[in-house]
Every structure is written in structure tokens, then in C-alpha cells.
């Protein structure tokens, strides 16, 4: 069977249609009762669960942001060292070679 792009648009979008629908029709979730307690806004218990909900969320941010550092740093890594030229077999190569170095450009005598 033959897939096209406009059959698999078409399949992701009933699926996250009905995976809305199933959401959108679940019954409310039951927390514990330490949770609930914490989610009320006349208690003591109130300030130490959004305490542990601004830590939890600290700490996801933590781990994304070391994610995309590495990440980042492998991708630039990897783009270098693609672009970097590559030494052709049976040539040597030699410091006069290259034109990027600050000793390859002619000496002139200004006499």
C-alpha cells in the first residue's frame, strides 16, 4: 500500500483528534490526599506544595538546558569537523600549503 503525504497528514490528525477526544472525556484525576491537601489555599501546606512544584519545575528546566548545551555543542562539533577539508591520498601536506596560517604569505623586502 502506497502512502502518500496527504494519507499520513490525514492519519495524524484523526489520531490527535482522538487522542484530544479521549483527554478532553476522562473523568477528573484523584491526587492523594497530601497533594490535594497542598492545593488548598488557606493552608500551610499550600506554600510547600508550590514550593516542590517550582523545585520540580526548576530542575526539568535544568535538565533541558544541559540537554541542548551538549546537544548543541555535538552538532557544532560535527559541522566543523564536515567542513574541515580532508587530505588528499599521496599528497603531503605542508605547513606553506595553507593559506589560513599567518606564515604563508610572501616576505617582501621593503628595500
Not at 477528573?28 to 491537601?37: E, G, R, S, T, Y
Not at 493552608?43 to 512544584?53: F, H, V
Request: charged residues 15%; aromatic residues 4%.
Amino acid at each position: 500500500m502506497k502512502h502518500t503525504l496527504a494519507n499520513l497528514l490525514r492519519t495524524l490528525l484523526i489520531a490527535t483528534a482522538i487522542g484530544f477526544g479521549v483527554l478532553a472525556t476522562s473523568p477528573d484525576a484523584q491526587a492523594c490526599p497530601n497533594c490535594k491537601d497542598s492545593m488548598s489555599k488557606d493552608s500551610e501546606m499550600a506554600r510547600l506544595g508550590k514550593a516542590y512544584s517550582a523545585s520540580v519545575l526548576l530542575m526539568l528546566g535544568v535538565m533541558g538546558c544541559l540537554v541542548a548545551g551538549f546537544g548543541g555543542a555535538a552538532y557544532f562539533v560535527i559541522k566543523r569537523s564536515n567542513d574541515m577539508p580532508t587530505a588528499t591520498p599521496g599528497k603531503a601536506s605542508t605547513p606553506d600549503s595553507h593559506s589560513d596560517s599567518p606564515d604563508s604569505s610572501p616576505v617582501r623586502d621593503s628595500s
